[in-house]
């Protein structure tokens, strides 16, 4: 008894027990969490703010609910420290990194959340990251991810809608997200897509899926059934928010949709998923969730020189990228509008007025121009000496329609190979479609804005010319004037739209 604990000793003293551990563990999180704080903070208030991403406000509490459930096996285990974990908190700091560069604010809280993940790794070792692998990745549902869903998923839902309408007989038309019955005219508003529910039920399904299920087959025909019943009844909610309104109301269709989408649909359908899975669980609540006799490794309990490692590499993305920050040049002054040949400055007033949104932009000019057919364009341009964070060439509520103005994206429209079309509309029904196309450097345009982020990230990290512009051909859709035609008149004789970019930009 007595070489057993002078051999244990050293191993329960100082930094080499679970106590020495979890200090370092706990003083590396606190340091991570103190130097990239703007983040974290940006996080919480997306999670607060927007009702996509409520749910992500339990996933804290169930990562500690499903620690909890693991502690009788982890008391019996040894933490150790573990110098390859230090390569997923480098992923996580190079991620950052990347994502600050980029001006991608998902990335950025991902990476934040690879690097509190890296922490435990590398300070608590293998071992205890292996019985702790579904709560680790369980955590990278506190990411407010999914944006990119939700376009598509409101298409969805107005088809979804369109087929049971016309299955109860009731005439309607669809253009992009919106839908016209002889009861009224109905958008499929971002909030009516169905995407929240659909993240929401990603992040419960898995949830169930480890604490109800062990055979991965069930688990994945549980996930396939709770996501396509999810997308299914949001497109029947909204169809019966229509239908109310055809055999009554437009007002007792709106409160209808209210209490149906704000109290009732994911608690209904969060029940019948489960009913009709209760049958199939296979994980008894009195299951170990690990064996710890196989996962227990030897390594070195010292967490002290790994946790300097871990300070180092963390520190080391944000320098790097406030070095390179300081190599950005200014603009020469406003876009000076170009003069285009068969087209002339215009005062002609539109349907409903219309201008972009770019935040954070050191210019925005715009002009309207007329030639002799009669077509008329809108023509703004949009430069930023530098992107950063609240001033991106591309990101959420930047571009042609601003969500929090009067018009909203209705469905892509058509474009040159090197831009962006999309279809938006205003108040009265009014349609105008807008080519973007978007510069950065001495880069070509592009319409893609993942290649601006690309470039983007490309010449912050690099120190490279950081200017970038946005320019954007509108055109108002009238009866017997095509928009497009009018766009693709005014691109012919405008000419290279590098070249105006470039002017604008002063890179040449």
């Not at 059934?225 to 997308?231: D, F, K, N, V």
Request: net charge neutral.
């Amino acid at each position: 008894m007595i070489g057993r604990a002078l051999r244990s000793g050293p191993a329960e003293s100082g930094l080499a027990g679970w106590r020495g551990h979890l200090t370092a563990l706990a003083i590396l999180a606190f340091v991570i969490l103190a130097l990239f704080h703007r983040d974290a903070l940006g996080m919480m208030a997306i999670w607060w703010n927007a009702s996509t991403y409520g749910h992500c406000l339990f996933i804290p509490a169930l990562v500690a609910w499903l620690v909890q459930q693991r502690l009788p096996g982890l008391r019996q285990l040894r933490p150790t420290s573990w110098a390859p974990g230090l390569l997923w908190l480098g992923l996580g700091a190079f991620a950052w990194m990347l994502g600050a560069a980029a001006g991608v604010a998902v990335v950025r809280h991902g990476a934040l959340v690879l690097m509190l993940q890296g922490s435990v790794i590398a300070l608590l070792g293998p071992a205890v990251s292996r019985a702790l692998l579904f709560p680790l990745f369980y955590a990278l549902f506190m990411v407010p991810f999914g944006e990119e869903i939700v376009a598509p998923l409101q298409l969805v839902t107005a088809h979804i809608s369109m087929v049971l309408l016309g299955l109860t007989g009731v005439p309607a038309q669809m253009q992009g997200i919106f839908i016209t019955t002889p009861g009224g005219y109905f958008e499929v508003a971002e909030a009516c897509s169905g995407a929240k529910f659909v993240i929401a039920m990603t992040a419960y399904g898995l949830l169930v899926c480890n604490v109800c299920f062990t055979r991965w087959k069930r688990r994945i025909a549980f996930m396939a059934g709770a996501l396509s019943l999810s997308i299914l009844a949001n497109g029947v909610r909204a169809f019966a928010t229509i239908f109310v309104a055809e055999v009554t109301t437009i007002d007792a269709a709106a409160g209808f949709d209210h209490v149906v989408y704000g109290w009732l649909f994911f608690a209904v359908i969060m029940t019948l998923v489960m009913a009709l899975a209760w049958p199939f669980f296979d994980r008894k609540p009195g299951d170990p969730w690990f064996d710890p006799e196989l996962l227990q490794a030897k390594g070195r309990s010292g967490a002290g020189p790994i946790a300097g490692g871990a300070l180092a590499i963390i520190v080391a993305a944000p320098l790097w990228l406030a070095a390179s920050a300081a190599a950005g040049q200014s603009l020469p002054g406003a876009p000076v509008l170009p003069e285009v040949k068969g087209w002339a400055l215009s005062d002609d007033s539109p349907l409903h007025p219309w201008r972009p949104r770019f935040d954070g932009a050191d210019y925005l000019s715009m002009a309207r121009y007329r030639n002799a057919a009669g077509q008329v364009v809108d023509l703004a341009i949009a430069t930023f000496g530098r992107q950063g964070e609240g001033r991106e060439l591309v990101g959420f509520a930047q571009g042609a329609a601003d969500p929090d103005g009067d018009w909203t994206w209705s469905q892509p429209a058509p474009a040159p190979d090197n831009g962006r079309g999309e279809q938006i509309t205003g108040p009265g029904r009014v349609v105008r479609h807008v080519v973007s196309f978007y510069v950065v450097g001495n880069g070509n345009p592009t319409g893609n804005g993942h290649l601006v982020k690309l470039e983007t990230m490309k010449a912050r990290l690099l120190g490279s010319n950081q200017r970038a512009a946005a320019i954007l051909v509108s055109a108002e859709e009238r009866e017997g004037r095509s928009s497009d035609v009018a766009i693709g008149a005014f691109l012919h004789d405008l000419g290279n739209v590098k070249d105006l970019a470039d002017r604008s930009l002063g890179t040449r």
